[in-house]
């Protein structure tokens, strides 16, 4: 091998170990890699071919790849980029305020085609719920019920999430869910960083927003881009991470109960952690 092509896969691995990732598909996805040698050569534009344990449709995450736009024009209609390197939570403190309502940041993002999940989408998935809420959920991504019905949680997993928000004692309309990617991705795959850096920004702002006490960070991918916390989401779920007037606290997706419902009781003592926070902090 090589030394320009031994620093290209040293590249790529560290770009995979950064995302948490540790498995690799590659039957699934060599014409994607062939694909993304032609994109410009920011490691944080590389979409990675993988496979993510937290998702069902992982070695499917390729499919909405061709369709992409000019990465160019995708930043230059970004109206306010996470800075590199920053967690979603550092960029909160980073960036003045501004008093904007979320019917505003709604309409900035418009029809968004801002990246190449546009392409796939039926429905754009902003987020549900008070726009003064307490607490906020974020999710990976909208699936196929939320797709269908342009709402957050709709499905089974949304069902599930439900039921432990009325466990707690709350009710679904007291809180406000979203997700880091508004826009359904291909085979429920994991969003892939280009198109979480490029959605984010609005997640930044609707958090900014409404001004929550706690952020709960629904699965790893949510950790990663609120917190930019790399472990695995088993290590970290139910400590709670401090970010001046925010808290967050990482929890399992509901979607991975579901296909491991034996671990329901961890979900259940972190929503019981959610509900004496919100009660201790009154
Ligand atoms: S995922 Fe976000 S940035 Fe991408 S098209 Fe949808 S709304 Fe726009």
């Not at 498995?23 to 993510?52: F, K, N, V």
């Not at 967690?87 to 979320?102: A, D, N, Q, V, Y």
């Not at 959605?199 to 409404?210: A, E, K, V």
């Amino acid at each position: 091998m090589d030394e320009r092509l031994r620093k290209e896969v040293a590249n790529w691995l560290e770009f995979y170990r950064e995302m948490g990732i540790g498995e690799l598909d590659l039957h699934g996805s060599g014409s994607a890699i062939h694909h993304e040698a032609t994109q410009p050569a920011s490691p944080a534009h590389r979409p990675p071919a993988t496979s993510h344990p937290d998702h069902d449709g992982a070695r499917k995450q390729l499919e909405g790849q061709k369709t992409q736009p000019p990465l160019q024009t995708v930043h230059a209609a970004v109206r306010e980029p996470m800075p590199k390197s920053l967690s979603l939570f550092e960029s909160i403190s980073s960036i003045p305020r501004e008093k904007e309502t979320l019917e505003e940041i709604r309409k900035d993002l418009g029809d968004c085609h801002r990246c190449r999940l546009s392409s796939g989408r039926k429905t754009i998935v902003f987020g549900q719920g008070n726009p003064h809420a307490e607490v906020v959920f974020v999710g990976e991504g909208p699936g196929a019920d939320e797709d269908a019905q342009g709402l957050p949680f709709v499905g089974r997993a949304g069902q599930l999430l439900n039921r432990m928000i009325q466990l707690v004692g709350m009710k679904r309309e007291e809180v406000y869910i979203c997700n880091v990617v508004k826009c359904r991705p291909p085979g429920n795959r994991t969003p892939l960083p280009d198109e979480i850096e490029i959605c984010s920004p609005f997640l930044l702002r609707q958090i900014r927003t409404i001004g929550p006490r706690l952020v709960c960070c629904l699965g790893a991918p949510a950790v990663r881009t609120v917190l930019g916390i790399k472990e695995g989401i088993t290590k970290i779920r139910g400590q709670f991470y401090d970010f001046g007037d925010i808290k967050a606290l990482p929890i399992f997706h509901p979607a991975y109960i579901l296909r491991n419902p034996r671990e329901e009781k961890l979900l259940r003592e972190d929503f019981q952690k959610v509900c004496d926070f919100l009660k201790s902090s009154r």
